[in-house]
């Protein structure tokens, strides 16, 4: 069954850049990824798609590659507002599939 | 842009609920509509999408068959149909609107509560 492992959390120090992977099961994680944070009591918000597009009003400290199997988000500049939920999604044909989440800690 | 949902509440297993999803502020008939949903504590879990003209609908591997989604373009409404409820599909239900048709949601509403409980 396919599945898109994320790590359970990661931390940084304000200031500092963070890398988080989303990796997938088979060997190309494809063209269609998207992420998105959630805060606490908040709907998610989509923060990266087509694995490196920013939507319009998403600050350019946000940014995602790929490689292989693997998709990243890195967070440059870390901010205590950053912190949060953070979840990649991968579409393949009339499917989607969501990583279980990494947890954003700003130390 | 604005998505609300709504028909939320507690169910029996094996019970049926609908849920809407209100939607304004865009070109609601150009676009596909999803339903995501969250387990208390829990990740996301994409539970389908339709096609902007309601001409088709997928659906994901744990609610296929028992869930279903329709829409109604000259409400700018869409509803999810969920039949044959399990205390596994307790969970906040969100509907988010498709960007582009790739399965990346822009907008999201701010989710309904649906607990399955005897």
């Known amino acids: 069954q396919s599945a898109l492992t994320q790590p359970a959390s990661v931390s940084g120090s304000p200031g500092q850049s963070i890398t988080m992977s989303c990796s997938g099961s088979s060997g190309d994680i494809g063209d269609y990824v998207s992420w998105y944070v959630q805060y606490p009591g908040q709907a998610p918000k989509l923060i990266i798609y087509?694995?490196?597009n920013r939507p319009s009003g998403v600050s350019d400290r946000f940014s995602g590659s790929k490689s292989g199997n693997t998709a990243s988000l890195t967070i440059s500049g870390l901010q205590a507002d950053d912190e949060g939920h953070y979840y990649c999604s991968q579409y393949t044909t009339y499917n989607l599939l969501f990583g279980g989440g990494t947890r954003l800690t700003v130390l | 842009v604005q998505l609300v949902e709504s028909g939320g509440g507690v169910v029996q297993p094996g019970e049926s609920l609908r849920l809407s999803c209100a939607a304004s502020g865009f070109a609601f008939s150009s676009a596909g509509m999803h339903w995501v949903r969250q387990a208390p504590g829990k990740g996301l879990e994409w539970v389908g999408v339709i096609s902007f003209d309601g001409t088709s609908a997928h659906y994901g591997d744990s609610v296929r068959g028992r869930f279903s989604i329709s829409r109604d373009n000259s409400k700018n409404i869409i509803y999810l149909h969920m039949t044959t409820l399990r205390g596994e599909d307790s969970a906040t239900y969100y509907c988010a609107k498709d960007q582009g048709g790739d399965y990346e949601f822009d907008y999201w509403g701010q989710g309904v509560l649906v607990t399955v409980s005897s």
């Open positions: 087509e694995v490196t």
